[in-house]
Nanobody, 112 residues
Framework: QVQLVESGGGLVQPGGSLRLSCAAS????????MSWYRQVPGKERELVAI????????NYADSVKGRFTISRDNAKSTVYLQMNSLEPDDTAVYYC?????WGQGTQVTVSS
């Protein structure tokens, strides 16, 4: 059974940091690109960051470049998203994606 389980979301003040984790199981994690998406109500889900299976390719949405860092640990079948200098516009549900699978999402709220 395939599972992608996100954790690490929460409420943070503007300028703060959060680290999201996504633990994968049930598929060959180290064979696939992994990515983070986010979605706010009434808008389409947007790609935030993507990382190749061996870290050789990484890319970010323009809106998060320089603030967010995606990484992965293939030994732990886990992908991370370090989010720094958070802004209110970063408020969204963040989803992990790998191969054809999605996690359940974790809420990130940036507010004072």
């Amino acid at each position: 059974q395939v599972q992608l389980v996100e954790s690490g979301g929460g409420l943070v003040q503007p300028g703060g940091s959060l680290r999201l984790s996504c633990a994968a199981s049930g598929f060959t994690f180290d064979s696939y690109y992994m990515s983070w998406y986010r979605q706010v109500p009434g808008k389409e889900r947007e790609l935030v960051a993507i990382i190749s299976s061996n870290d050789g390719y990484i890319n970010y949405a323009d809106s998060v470049k320089g603030r967010f860092t995606i990484s992965r640990d293939n030994a732990k079948s886990t992908v991370y998203l370090q989010m720094n200098s958070l802004e209110p516009d970063d408020t969204a549900v963040y989803y992990c994606h790998g191969y054809k699978y999605w996690g359940q999402g974790t809420q990130v709220t940036v507010s004072s």
